[in-house]
């Protein structure tokens, strides 16, 4: 069973920075995406970033030119570097990985969780 562990998150003035790590164990063959996610009180979950297997990555265009993610392949791992954050940035943030295991089985798994408030 592939497990991830987050970690990062925290209290930030606006404007300010935090980084998000995400690890995935290594019972992995195959990665086909990782991303972060993140949700609000009272809204539906949403992508922030996904960087796929080729390398690619995509953003919400609330994020684009302020967050960036990128991936360690050897080392199952994936950051999310938020600058300039907003006060509206501020919810759960949940890393998702998808790919195939060791024993050739799909899996797509979801983080636990870390909380990311952007307050003065």
């Known amino acids: 069973q592939v497990q991830l562990v987050e970690s990062g998150g925290g209290l930030v003035q606006p404007g300010g920075s935090l980084r998000l790590s995400c690890a995935a164990s290594?019972?992995?063959?195959?990665?086909?995406?990782m991303g972060w996610y993140r949700q609000a009180p009272g809204r539906e979950r949403e992508l922030v970033a996904s960087?796929?297997?080729?390398?690619?990555?995509k953003y919400a265009d609330s994020v684009k030119a302020r967050f960036t993610i990128s991936r360690d392949s050897a080392k199952n791992t994936v950051w999310l570097q938020m600058n300039s954050l907003k006060p509206e940035d501020t919810a759960v943030y949940y890393c998702?990985?998808?790919?195939?295991?060791?024993?050739?089985?799909?899996?797509?798994?979801w983080g636990q969780g870390t909380q990311v408030t952007v307050s003065s």
């Open positions: 998702n990985v998808n790919g195939i295991t060791l024993s050739r089985s799909r899996f797509a798994v």
């Open positions: 290594t019972n992995i063959f195959v990665i086909n995406a």
């Open positions: 960087i796929f297997r080729d390398g690619s990555a």
